[in-house]
């Protein structure tokens, strides 16, 4: 369960990414954010995964508030953590079979688990025949799956959906979000972030819609309305 | 922990082999200030050997009256010895003395003619000291002026030699300096270029040091794979600097001591082969990690 209590990140006087954000996200739900672009969405994603701190307020993972987390522990927070972003963040000189197997090395994970995991992932995102390939040579579609699949590597809590549809077009679009609801469905708590009208009234599930900074709606099977 | 270290030096040498071109490039930087270290080494080995050859020229000639025991010159020279300073007593007998200026003097009749005429010797017995500097003359003088001595020498040649000697130990001294002085600046513009290349590589790296840390990799998981690469930079930079220095110093070594004789630069890379070889691999490893640590630090912060 993720809480954030009166949530408020001020960036300077005149740049009030957040103000008054009060949420419960439980486990295994499936919610979507939206609202345009600085309403706020990506600052409250980078307050969950810690690289930022909220001005004021608190965000708790089980009570346990993250802005607490010592430098020295938060690859542990990071790792209960699978984010997916626009730009997807591969490592270029990295095929997709290592982009995935480095976020299990970096978790100490040990090599029979990566050798059974990894194609296991690939193949879940369907992509068993373009291990080798490195990102350069996957199509955008391609590269969200790999991103995909690495962020479940760590068998995480919490999957975090950054926008990742916004560099891909329709049918890819909805690949990624058939995706995402199967892997809601395997039991991960899944955060989508994003401003497609589409996506979300396609999904009738909880949204949360953010205005300038504020929570002005959320509700279940919502729809984007602003 | 090992299964880590694997993984961590495979990733290093993976990411070395992948980007061929930046790792080139470092390698010939890291190569460059080596070969500038080394060289700037040599440069000074040279040096020291050249002010050694020159003071190896001077030295000053202690004359002992005609009716000094040889005792008693004996005994001044073992106290001499004893001097820091000293770095060799020659002594020459009255006999030694007449032996030498006969065979210099063979060909003039007149002189040999009149040498004869005499009945006793008439050459004086002689210490030749050496100091260790040219500057440390001086103190060898003062030793002789003391009260005992005064009595069985009748001249020292130091005051006739002073002003050359002077100038001499002046000269050494501000070669010695300011080839010091070169060489610290240069080797310091050497490690500056090659911390700047390094750094270029791992700022071209930051977006997947971000990455690598969004994914929950420790600050140790994502620096040690650069620091690898330093160390692998370090020692091929090494290796390609010395394959450089030897065919050079092969070439040069001759016309070097046809100049300056009495220095042998390639005899003394021969010799030095091993230490200056794991002094050049210490140097770049040093560098390419130091390089590294310094650079990668303020990418991590994320």
Redesign the interface.
Known sequence: MIKFKQISKIYSSDCRALEDINLIINEKEFVSVAGRSGAGKSTLIRLL?R?ELPTQGQVFWHNHDISQIQDRDL??W??QIG?VFQDF?????KTAYENIA??M????R??QDIERDVPQLLKLVNLSERADHFPDQLSGGEKQRVAIA?ALA?RPKILIADEPTGNLDGLHTWEIIRLLIKINELGTTVILATHDREIINGLERRVIILEKGRVIRDEEGGRYIL | ML??LM?VIK?GC??FW??KWLSVAAISMVSLAIFAITSLLLVNVLINSLITNLEDKIDISVYFHLDTPEEDILETRKELVKLDEVRSVEYISAKEALKRFEDKHQDNQVLMQSLKELDSNPLEAALNVKAQTASQYETIVKFFNQGKYQEIIDKINYLENKAVITRLSSITKTIRQTGLIILIILAILAVVVTFNTIRLTIYSAR??I?????????NW?VRSPFIIEGIIYGIIAAVISLLILHPLLWYLAPKITAYLPGTDLYYFFQTNFLTLFFLQIAIGIALGTISSWVAIRRYLE?
Not at chain 1, 89 to 93: R, T
């Open positions: 995964i690289e690859p542990f990071r790792r984010m963040q591969l490592l270029p000189y480095f976020a090395e970096v978790g100490a040990t090599n690495r760590h | 299964t880590n993984r990733s993976l990411s992948r980007n977006k997947e971000k990455i690598m840390k969004l994914v929950g990799a420790s998981f994320v």
